[in-house]
């Protein structure tokens, strides 16, 4: 049955309807000066369950880890534990003011300070900082250290960032906003980068390399020791994009393959929420060489207890405050509750799994590059000519599975991304391959059926042709538009 | 596919004719079919100069955002208004009421070291192998 | 393991199904002498002594429901009504990604579209983006998009010294790449981050004469160059500061102005689209957003529309189905990264979604009346709080119209207010917290010429009461 969805809330709204009761204002009142005053302010007006009743049903509208499998790949779609939520909203953290001075706030900067000591220890790193908010803003960090160091040796002509071709987009993206040029790096018939190309890349003026490891084709870079040798070679540095950490915990630890500075996706591989986006965190760890040049504040120990410290060269705040403490409230609970022994464990049964669906779907569904995968595979999702992987993506949905990542990474065409993560039982990835094997047979059977879909879902397929031209982006500019 | 025989092509897929003294410029079919449906044209400014290679404008789908290239030197004199509110004319009528500029050519010499129709059918044609 | 579910049994079976005869043989790729470290990290907790462990550290810290708190400066102690992380819980939003598939996505979309129309109707602005990831990475993203409308021409943006310390050293940080150069009144060269941190924060802030004329200083000395000019209001000493009349001087030298906002205050105040500013920003946690020692919080962001494009963040926008239905998508997708890749107007991808949706059902649940009554409580309060101490020997509140250290014009304030003590306010915050009660901010903090300065906050949580206990404990300091 498809359910209803709710009108917006400007069309439930009506006047004089209260949600909440407030307290009376107890004090003398002061006026507020009549140029500085606001004339007219709308906004919904709804009784209490009405406000309960509508986001509940917007919500049931979602597809979520905790009520669908959701084999998005890149994203470690894995099983976010309630007791991670329980932590956070302790009083003591979720009550706790930033700028509460250092003496009474021991209890959180000693999180910090040992959440910092664990991602170096799991990255093989001799530092960490947790400010940065999300993966893309470690990458900024990370990218602006390496301009910081570069700079801070006189070293200025160095203007290149080189970034293989089967990058996140985050990747080009931050090198702009670092003041650097991109230059793409191919791949290799193997799915690695060519080392041959880099090589030749690798000058004076390069700054350094942009490298996730594994790659976003969910293989490992078989010969990273020489890739970062290439780059350290030519003076350069190499940062380490951390998305797919989930695939290497406790296998291997990125410090000791040259990768100079890194980014942790709390978000991804610690298991904290995505929230339907966000937030994420984005810690940054790194070696000696860079640790001076880290985002501030972090946190070390003295004969007083624990206190920030600005790193001497620091590149200064990536945010307010000090990080996405939340967020590293859930992934420090996360890290203490599986251990040094089974954070290795997550990793392997992550890989595992990952290897047994891509075997379970290869007749129809072959990954592009037949090796063992690490925690995702890439295979190409067009059927026929008429039935193209969006289409295979959106009927998976009427199945009651999210579809992987789709068209992603840009170097395999009508790409399929399918990442399972280590929370999903076998029976469970037995089930999304008799889908997706079952998906495939419609779309030689009955295409229109493919072409067509979803049909299950609250709503059949959305028109975002129509979305971009016609730009209604708040109930206001409905007054215009009739929707 | 079309491919307009009185145009002259860059790789990066935009077309230049001669419209008398000036050269109209837009992108070709094979461009717009790539693109799909195209929700956004971004074009210069009246009396703005750029060379031969300089990206003038952007053409917008929901999947892609494409820089487009000067074919020619010049001047840029007239742009087509009428995209604002009609972008899909880039899609039904790429060398024709999809036009996207006019340009008063500083060296219209360069027009004829462009790539011919067929030099270009060629060239996509070797895109798609 | 409690967060694998398949038994040694699955495994193995799993193992025969792929012909490999060991899991960790799926690691050959890995160099071999790297492979498996033991990595020092203690064993497991089970769920009890973890959550005793959590426990012992939360308690080591004097939080808003221990104390009696004033602290404000970026982040303050608001109510949330029970509603928002009732809803903000479920699952279903919680462990949603970012709504690629829109059909399977339509509660997150519908919310942000939400949460997208009441902030334009709050800021007055008509694009409001789905989030970034505070107030200050929006204003350094406002910033750097001032620029980018320039084509990347105009190299200066022009701050006042109301501005957040820490915003202004965000900006610091995003812009020092771009070659950009951020200057405050009275500075004639972008000080270094090294010379910026040894003053403590903003060098121009020590700035405490009327705040309308410094914005109008900064309008005057934007030039040609200037891609914007960046006013916070109410600012971080919690002036509302009269912006009328400023865009229009700004608009035929082609500067934009950016306001950075506080929400809760729009209820009474003028919103800054009324004044014309072009881009808005504010920090979103007043908005039932927890506190959490400074994060997650909400990046607020809105432009004109004719700005959209050139926009950073995610945008939800309403669309068709193919049956006519009405639903909702992310568009306008070729401005970001995933598309764009280096020529994207921001790196942005994991915004604060969640936020954003505690921000919707908090304007949902206060409604117009709710968050008017919110609004002139922290007002009528603060000023109730300014007033009482004004009048204790020692103190002094320049805002008020006190002549200290020469005269100094009333300012408006919302609901923060700048005091003048008779000790160092750290002296003072230190052992008043022994009490229990945190007095506000110590401004020596950020500005080592302002020890003797406190930053006070009086929100609705701070009752009657609480405001007279802070006065007599005041009091017996002076």
């Not at chain 1, 900082?129 to 803003?137: D, E, H, T």
């Not at chain 1, 690798?202 to 040798?229: H, Q, S």
């Not at chain 3, 967060?3 to 193995?12: E, G």
């Not at chain 3, 020092?176 to 405050?184: D, S």
Request: proline share 6%.
């Amino acid at each position: 049955m498809r359910k209803e969805r709710p009108k917006l809330l400007f069309e439930i709204s009506r006047p004089g309807r209260r949600a909440v009761r407030l307290p009376e204002n107890e004090v003398p009142e002061t006026e507020i000066p009549a140029g500085l005053r606001r004339k007219k302010l709308t906004l919904p007006e709804l009784s209490e369950l009405d406000v309960v009743r509508y986001f509940t049903r917007l919500s049931q509208l979602n597809f979520s880890i905790d009520t669908n499998f959701y084999p998005l790949g890149s994203c470690t779609m894995k099983y976010n534990p309630k007791l991670n939520e329980a932590t956070s909203s302790l009083e003591g953290f979720s009550g706790h003011h930033p700028l509460t001075p250092m003496k009474f706030s021991q209890g959180s900067l000693e999180l910090i300070y040992r959440l910092q000591a664990q991602l170096s220890e799991i990255s093989g790193f001799a530092q960490a900082s947790l400010q940065p908010a999300a993966g893309a803003q470690g990458e900024l960090t990370g990218v602006l250290m390496i301009r910081a160091y570069h700079t801070h040796r006189g070293d200025t002509k160095r203007r290149k960032m080189l970034i293989p071709d089967s990058a996140h987009g985050t990747n080009p993206a931050t090198v702009t906003m670092a003041g650097y040029e991109v230059v793409e790096i191919p791949s290799d018939t193997e799915g690695n980068v060519d080392l041959q190309a880099l090589k030749a890349a690798c000058d004076d003026t390069v700054a350094g390399l942009m490298i996730t490891n594994p790659n976003t084709l969910g293989l490992f870079e078989r010969r990273i020791e020489e890739v970062t040798k290439a780059v350290h070679d030519c003076g350069g540095l190499v940062y380490g994009d951390g998305a797919n950490m989930n695939a290497i915990l406790g296998i291997l630890r990125p410090g000791d393959v040259g990768i100079d500075v890194m980014h942790f996706n709390l978000h991804k591989t610690f298991s904290t929420p995505h929230g339907g986006g966000g937030p994420g965190a984005g810690p940054v760890a790194t070696n000696e060489k860079l640790v001076e040049f880290l985002p501030g504040p972090i946190v070390e120990e003295s004969a007083d207890g624990f206190r920030f410290h600005m790193p001497k060269h620091t590149i200064g705040r990536m945010k307010a405050f000090h990080g996405s403490f939340g967020m590293l409230v859930r992934a420090f609970t996360y890290i203490l509750s599986n251990g040094g022994s089974g954070l290795r464990e997550l990793s392997e049964i992550a890989v595992l799994n990952a290897n047994y669906l891509k075997h379970k779907v290869s007749e129809v569904f072959p990954a592009k590059y037949n090796r063992t995968c690490m925690h995702e595979f890439v295979s190409v999702g067009k059927l026929s000519d008429r039935v193209h992987t969006m289409d295979v993506a959106k009927r998976l949905l009427d199945y009651g599975m999210h579809a992987p990542t789709v068209y992603f990474p840009l170097i395999v065409k009508e790409a399929l991304m399918i990442e399972p993560t280590e929370s999903e039982s076998v029976e469970t990835l037995d089930e999304f391959a008799a889908v997706l094997l079952k998906v495939a047979k419609e779309a030689e059977e009955t295409p229109e059926l493919l072409e067509q879909a979803p049909h299950e879902m609250p709503l059949r397929r959305l028109d975002e042709v129509y979305a971009a031209k016609n730009l209604v982006l708040r109930a206001q500019d409905l007054a215009e538009v009739e929707l | 596919m079309n491919f307009d025989k009185d145009a002259r092509y860059l790789e990066s897929h935009e077309w230049a004719k001669k419209d008398g003294e000036l050269v109209a410029c837009g992108v070709s079919d094979y461009a717009q079919d790539s693109l799909g449906d195209i929700v956004f044209v971004e074009l210069p400014e009246l009396g703005s100069s750029f060379n031969k290679g300089d990206a003038f404008g952007v053409v917008e789908s929901v999947k892609a955002a494409s820089d487009v290239y000067m074919p020619i030197s010049g001047e840029i004199v007239e742009i087509n208004g009428d995209l604002e509110d009609s972008p899909e004319t880039v899609n039904s009528d790429p060398f024709g009421a999809g036009w996207l500029i006019k340009v008063k050519p500083s060296n219209p010499d360069e027009l004829e070291a462009l790539l011919s129709a067929d030099d270009y059918k060629r060239f996509t044609d070797g895109l798609d192998s | 393991m409690a967060y694998i579910a398949n038994s040694d049994q699955d495994r193995a079976k799993m193992l025969t199904a792929i012909g490999v005869g060991s899991i960790q043989e799926l690691f050959d790729d890995i160099p071999k002498s790297l492979r498996f470290p033991e990595l020092g990290l203690p064993a497991p907790y089970s769920e009890l002594d973890c959550m005793a462990e959590l426990e012992s550290l939360a308690v080591e810290n004097l939080s808003t429901g221990a104390a009696i708190s004033f602290l404000g400066a970026g982040a303050w102690n608001h109510f949330i009504p029970s509603v928002v992380p009732f809803l903000a819980g479920r699952g279903e939003f919680a462990t949603a990604y970012t709504p690629y598939q829109a059909e399977a996505s339509q509660g997150t979309l519908q919310s942000v579209f939400e949460y997208q129309s009441m902030i334009s109707e709050l800021i007055g602005m008509e694009v409001v983006n789905a989030s970034h990831y505070d107030g200050s990475t929006s204003l350094a993203e406002a910033a750097m998009m001032s620029v980018n409308v320039s084509r990347g021409k105009r190299k200066k943006v022009l701050v006042s010294g109301g501005v957040h310390p820490e915003y202004r050293r965000v900006m610091q940080t995003y812009l020092q790449a771009m070659e950009v150069e951020l200057l405050g009144i009275n500075e004639s060269s972008s000080p270094s981050p090294e010379a910026f941190l040894e003053a403590g924060g903003n060098p121009a802030s020590t700035y405490a004469g009327d705040p309308r004329a410094e914005v109008e200083a900064l309008a005057k000395a934007a030039d040609e160059n200037t891609a914007c000019v960046v006013v916070s209001s109410p600012d971080f000493f919690g002036r509302v500061i009269d912006l009328d009349g400023i865009a229009e001087q700004l608009k035929p030298k082609g500067v934009l102005l950016v306001v950075n906002t506080e929400p809760i205050s729009l209820a009474v105040f003028r919103d800054p689209g009324s004044y014309g500013a072009d881009i808005v920003t504010g920090e979103g946690q007043p908005l039932g957003i927890d506190l959490s020692y400074g994060g997650p919080y909400l990046g607020i962001f809105g432009t004109r529309k004719d700005l959209v494009r050139k926009m950073p963040g995610r945008l939800a926008g309403a669309t068709v189905d193919t049956e006519g239905s009405r639903g909702f998508v992310l568009t306008l997708n070729t401005r970001e990264q995933h598309i764009r890749r280096d020529k994207a107007t921001s790196n942005i991808c994991t915004n604060q979604a969640l936020m954003a949706l505690r921000a919707a059902i908090y304007l949902t649940a206060m409604g117009p009346e709710g968050l008017k009554r919110v609004a002139e409580i922290c007002y009528h309060r603060s000023h109730y709080a300014a007033e009482r101490i004004n009048e204790l020997p020692g103190y002094s509140v320049p805002d008020l119209g006190a002549p200290v250290g020469g005269a100094q014009p009333q300012s408006v304030f919302f609901k923060e207010f700048v005091v003048r003590t008779p000790r160092p306010a750290k002296d003072l915050i230190n052992e008043l917290a022994e009490e229990g009660i945190i007095p506000g901010l110590d401004l020596g903090r950020y500005f080592p010429g302002r020890r003797n300065e406190l930053l006070i906050a009086v929100t609705e949580m701070n009752s009657r009461l609480e405001i007279d206990a802070l006065v007599e404990a005041l009091e017996e300091q002076s």
